[in-house]
């Protein structure tokens, strides 16, 4: 029997046998292949595994899976905890324990998944190494540590973070956010939407935040803020971002919501700018091929709703975002057809506004000297005036 496509097939007989000698040999290589095809197995099969692997385990077998923690995957990890704290109780937890401050990366990470069910006495003892643990480059130990502070409500690693998002380093504050994401710090939305909004990783950092609070509840209490996000989550796609984050991110129902019901210059902006998005993807073959049947479905079903919606209408309201201070208007500069708005925009002292207005003027093949002369008037960083001279 091929113990593989048994443990991950439908018959029953089957899968119940492989998961069960999975479990008792232990079978580490079969393990090892599960979590090497972690990429290419459906969600819900990787779930039935995980069931099946847990239904297997009972008070004589269960230790046996400390012989896969050197094998990590977000597939079983917390059924693994669930396992252990089950059948050993905090019975195991001298043994979780070491793993955690003295194991390979992986065996940590999975042993930050039984550490939520300590209690918080014995968590305080190793809480300096939970902090280091989650500032770790190898992402699921770091996620999982973070997760353990905030479950424990570690105050002093959320204010860490909080300082560091202040760092001149671009991918400090990056990190920072994706910390304070991981640890629920929805209190922090407000210093995540300063540092999103001058970093040249603000499409990165857009797109945490959803995780942080869905858009529908954003939209409740920053409708502006809430469209800046999706306006950088749909500038990241399909560059920074998979295809697949048009579901991952509801995007439809966003949209439909915001169409018909809360129509503005700034989610017309962000409706325009997703109607141009979605006829490149499904124009262009190349952007589909590995994507599975849901995603091509989902992102034909998009096109076909913009298709719908008149590109004259969503333009009309675009001037109200064509100011200096607008959150909007670098991404309102790329839709905008009269010459004049744009020329008025000449006299900003945002230098990227500026080099993006000339550029815009260039597109449109209307750029002359005047332009560049009244651009460089308001020029003080010497790269950018570089830039404008060469265009």
């Known amino acids: 029997m091929d113990l593989f496509k048994a443990i991950t097939g439908k018959n029953p007989a089957e899968f119940e046998q492989a998961a069960k000698i999975l479990v008792d040999t232990p079978d580490v290589e079969l393990f090892k292949k599960l979590v090497k095809q972690d990429d290419f197995l459906f969600d819900f099969v990787k779930n039935n595994v995980s069931k099946r692997i847990q239904h297997a385990c009972n008070k004589d077998n269960f230790l046996n899976l400390f012989q896969f923690f050197d094998f990590y995957s977000a597939s079983y990890d917390e059924m693994f905890a669930e396992v252990m704290h089950h059948f050993g109780g905090e019975n195991v937890y001298p043994r979780i324990k070491q793993l955690y401050l003295d194991g390979s990366d992986a065996q940590k990470a999975y042993a930050a998944k039984y550490l939520l069910y300590i209690n918080n006495n014995d968590i305080n003892e190793i809480m300096p190494q939970i902090r280091a643990n989650a500032l770790s480059e190898y992402e699921p130990l770091s ?3 973070i997760e353990l502070l905030s479950a424990n409500h570690d105050e002093l690693s959320k204010k860490e973070a909080l300082e560091r998002l202040k760092s001149s380093d671009e991918f400090e504050q990056y990190n920072s956010v994706k910390f304070l994401v991981t640890y629920g710090a929805v209190d922090a939305l407000p210093d995540i939407f300063r540092v999103m909004k001058s970093s040249s990783l603000s499409e990165n950092i857009a797109a945490e ?19 800046l996000v999706m306006c950088n989550i749909i500038s990241a796609i399909p560059e920074i971002l998979p295809l697949s984050s ?6 439809f129902d966003i ?13 017309a902006l962000l409706l325009r700018m997703a109607k141009e998005k979605f006829a490149l993807l499904t124009e262009n073959d190349e952007y589909m091929f590995d994507c599975d049947k849901k995603t091509k479905d989902e ?8 298709t719908g919606i008149s590109t004259n209408k969503l333009n009309s309201l675009l001037y109200d975002e064509l100011y200096d201070e607008s959150d909007f208007v670098l991404f309102a500069v790329d839709y905008t057809e009269d010459v004049e708005e744009l020329e008025t925009l000449l006299d900003s002292k945002n230098q990227t506004l500026l080099l993006k207005v000339l550029n ?3 597109e449109k093949s209307v750029l002359n000297n005047k332009h560049k002369e009244l651009a460089l ?4 960083t010497e790269n950018i005036r570089q830039m404008i001279e060469l265009l």
């Open 143 to 145: 996620a999982n540590s």
């Open 209 to 227: 935040i959803p995780f942080l609070i869905s858009p529908e509840d954003l939209l409740q209490t920053d409708f502006d803020g809430c469209i």
């Open 246 to 251: 048009v579901i991952d991110y509801n995007l």
């Open 255 to 267: 949209f439909k919501n915001l169409y018909f019901n809360h129509l503005t210059s700034s989610s």
């Open 299 to 306: 992102i034909y079903a998009l096109n076909d709703f913009f």
């Open 360 to 362: 815009r003027l260039k």
């Open 377 to 380: 008037e308001n020029t003080t």
